[in-house]
């Protein structure tokens, strides 16, 4: 579906568009206002998005931010990227929702949970870490 936005063969109401990123509203937004910002390229996740690639694609997600803000008088934003699991279009994409206070929507849109103790934290984040890759 992104990838006809992206090549003129499906309509949406843009706000960005240039050779490697396009910008526009969610057809079913959280608040008036959601976007979606998508690479040109067709990326599943994240991590296949190109190192040259990450750079403009992140400006512009922050670039969009701002523009919430300024445009709609939002008090802030929510900025999420779902890799896979609950991402119903398989085609990187990252969500940026105008926020203000009031809005009705609550932190996370997922059930939070604790560590047991700060041992299996320190477990957790040493295995986390001996797999990030710079």
């Known amino acids: 579906m992104f ?3 992206v090549e003129g063969n ?3 109401s843009e706000v960005f568009r240039d050779e490697s990123v396009v910008a526009f509203l969610d057809h079913s937004p959280l608040f008036k206002g959601h976007l979606l910002v998508v ?3 067709h990326h599943v ?3 296949d ?3 040259g690639e990450l750079t403009h694609y992140f400006e512009v997600v922050q670039a969009a ?3 919430l803000v300024d445009g709609l008088g939002s008090q802030g934003s929510l900025v999420v990227t779902n890799n896979t699991v609950s991402q119903s279009v398989p085609h990187l994409h ?3 929702v105008p926020r203000s206070r009031g809005d009705g929507l609550r932190g996370f849109f997922w ?3 604790k560590y047991s103790s700060t041992s299996e934290a320190d477990e957790m984040a040493r295995t986390i870490a001996s797999r990030l890759i710079l």
Request: charged share 15%; glycine share 0%.
């Open 3 to 5: 990838c006809e936005i």
């Open 10 to 12: 499906r309509t949406a």
């Open 39 to 41: 690479p040109s390229a």
């Open 45 to 47: 996740v994240l991590a």
């Open 49 to 51: 998005l190109p190192d």
């Open 65 to 67: 931010t701002t523009a």
């Open 94 to 96: 990252t969500h940026v």
């Open 111 to 113: 059930p939070r949970t």
